[in-house]
């Protein structure tokens, strides 16, 4: 007997919900061939080639000038070992990676027929799924909280080059003393002693790539004293100085600076793979949507039809009751279909609920408007299926999952970081270097004061500045975390790379199970389908009323047609199923394998805002490319 099954029961576990949740991993484990041990120790560093550089050496030798070859190392490593696997797919069954043009046309009928039944005083309108993710990256809330992430990033860069940025300062006072005088000689008999005192200052300074802190300062002052020994008592002063501190040890070099903006890049782009991750998930959950919603509206045109069939039925027992049919075959066949109408409510909030879902994933306004029309898929599912090559879809996965990219760029960014932990684990010892030109006039003449500066020797400070802590202190225990953190890092990489075999092997698995699946669905169909057209072709000549044998095997017959329309029905709704299984199934795929942007002509691309209090900041969106790569 046909039943309209909630969505949940209608489609495998595996379409219905997201892959991590699909199967436990011990099941997926148990699931998956079994794979070669790969033997070998994780380089994470110095440790594999000893001891990490102690003393002064980690100044000259650390991680953040062997970051190239370590994790060039790394991802050599890393490719040895996914070569090393042993992995084996589910094949295709013989002759059986394509539908005939007979089975897709005549058995599968319901594809065609996916607008014919609304749920609502609405019109129906088709909407292909190409069309449906482009308005998803164009208007879906969750796709645009997403970007957000890349863009915050993104300042963290010009963040990083401001270190460099040259810097102007300026400052200005002027000051008035009056006290009481402790030595009238000095004042001239006068008891209070006064000074009046005007004073600039202005320059430029910066810190440059080495380390160094460098300022250029130009102050004038003037002051007037009533201090006998102050000859004038109104003089005017100009001082030029320059000044450069060089870290020797600690916060010194090239590389130890220049490694702030490597790794605001580097959290840039985990951040832009951390987007295009989402959008993939999000994207992906879009299509399991849409043929869940294929899947709905099937069942339901189906339902319709079956509701159709019986009724016929009825309508014929009917008229030709008191001629040779009975009653308790006009009850049975109005039992039947009143079971049938009330499996077509079910299918109606099926429809209708499968389709809010999509809506509330693409969020387009035109979508939600009032009185918009229903949705209604206009793709047809796949009728071919593509012979698995799992090696080759491994090494694809290793190299465009963006979480595999990730972790690499994580652990290139935890080799920067010791690195720089341990050039701040160092010693303190600053060069002090300043040089200075100085001069004076009378009264309130800067320019000559200035003028005057040049005719002199040049003033200098020449000097070292050393701090060593007794003991251990936060930077040990900082770089300490940092080599643990490296590790960590390392083993996060394996699991990611491990997880992303799995993952693959499983969606492919699926994506073979599915389509075996719907190749013997379809064979089961057609069987049904020619029994019940046997089984039909009797009742419309008169055999299923008489049964030629009396009342009894009219009713007989009567249950057989109805059992059989039932078979079909159900065989038609498990072939939809499959149908809707496997287009998620090679979906799935896709995203195992990092290429489901690609393979829907979608790309991510950065922007900067032109308009409103936003303008020139960073922006991230997906867009569609010339054509789709397959």
Request: aromatic share 6%; glycine share 8%; proline share 5%.
């Amino acid at each position: 007997m046909l039943a309209a099954l909630p969505l949940s029961a209608a489609l495998p576990l595996s379409a219905a919900l997201p892959l991590s949740a699909a199967l436990p991993l011990s099941a997926a484990l148990a699931q998956t061939a079994p794979s070669a041990p790969v033997v070998g120790p994780i380089d994470p560093g110095p440790r594999a080639r000893g001891e990490a550089p102690s003393g002064l050496a980690k100044r000259s030798r650390n991680q953040i000038g062997d970051a190239d070859a370590i994790t060039q190392r790394f991802e050599a490593f890393v490719d040895s070992a996914v070569a090393a696997r042993g992995l084996v797919a589910t094949p295709l069954e013989p002759g059986g990676s394509s539908l005939s043009p007979e089975v897709a046309g005549k058995l599968f009928w319901w594809e065609g027929k996916m607008g014919t039944v609304p749920t609502r005083d609405a019109p129906v309108a088709g909407i292909q799924l190409a069309d449906l993710l482009q308005r998803a990256t164009a208007t879906s809330l969750q796709i645009a909280t997403f970007a957000e992430l890349p863009a915050i990033r993104d300042t963290s860069i010009a963040e990083a080059r401001g270190r460099f940025t040259p810097e102007f300062y300026a400052e200005g006072k002027s000051t008035r003393r009056e006290d009481a005088t402790t030595a009238l000689y000095q004042t001239g008999g006068d008891p209070r002693l006064k000074e009046n005192e005007n004073s600039a200052e202005f320059g430029l300074r910066s810190r440059i790539q080495s380390g160094a802190q460098v300022s250029m300062s130009q102050r004038f002052s003037d002051l007037e004293s009533n201090i006998i020994t102050y000859v004038p008592d109104h003089q005017s002063r100009s001082r030029t100085t320059f000044s450069v501190v060089q870290p020797l040890l600690r916060d010194s070099g090239l590389e130890y600076n220049n490694s702030f903006e490597e790794l605001a890049e580097l959290e840039t782009e985990a951040a832009k793979l951390e987007f295009r991750r989402q959008v993939e998930s999000h994207l992906l959950e879009v299509t399991r949507t849409y043929w869940t919603l294929f899947l709905a509206r099937a069942n339901l045109v189906q339902q319709e039809r079956a509701v159709d069939s019986v009724s016929q039925i009825s309508r014929r027992i009917e008229d030709r009751k008191g001629v040779d049919s009975l009653e308790l075959q006009l009850n049975r066949a109005r039992a039947t279909e009143a079971e049938r109408k009330a499996g077509l409510v079910r299918a109606r909030n099926a429809v209708r609920n499968a389709e809010a879902r999509l809506r509330a994933l693409v969020n387009d306004p035109q979508m939600n408007a009032v009185g918009a029309a229903e949705i209604a898929p206009a793709d047809r599912p796949d009728a071919k299926a593509t012979p698995i090559d799992l090696t080759a879809d491994v090494a694809t996965a290793v190299k465009a999952r963006p979480e595999v990219r990730s972790v690499m760029i994580g652990y290139r960014a935890s080799l920067l970081r010791e690195g720089m932990a341990a050039n701040e684990s160092l010693p303190q010892l600053d060069l002090v270097l300043e040089g200075s030109l100085s001069g004076g006039r009378d009264g309130v003449a800067y320019g000559p004061a200035f003028s005057n500066a040049w005719y002199g020797m040049p003033g200098y400070v020449a000097g070292l500045r050393l701090a060593v802590p007794l003991g251990s202190d936060e930077r040990k225990a900082r770089y300490d975390r940092r080599r643990l953190e490296t590790w960590q890092q390392a083993m996060q990489a394996r699991t990611t790379i491990e997880t992303v075999i799995l993952e693959m092997e499983v969606t492919a698995n699926e994506y073979v199970a599915a389509w075996n699946d719907l190749m013997r669905r379809g064979e089961a169909l057609r069987l049904a389908t020619a029994d019940n057209e046997l089984l039909g072709n009797r009742y419309a000549s008169g055999l299923s009323l008489s049964g030629g044998g009396g009342a009894s095997d009219g009713i007989l017959y009567l249950d057989q047609l109805l059992a059989s329309q039932d078979r079909v029905a159900n065989a038609e709704l498990e072939v939809a199923s499959a149908q809707a299984t496997f287009q998620v199934a090679s979906a799935a795929r896709a995203r195992a394998r990092g290429t489901l942007l690609e393979e829907n002509g979608l790309t991510i691309v950065r922007e900067e805002s032109d308009s409103g209090a936003d303008r020139g900041l960073p922006r991230y969106r997906v867009v569609k490319t010339s054509a789709a790569v397959q």
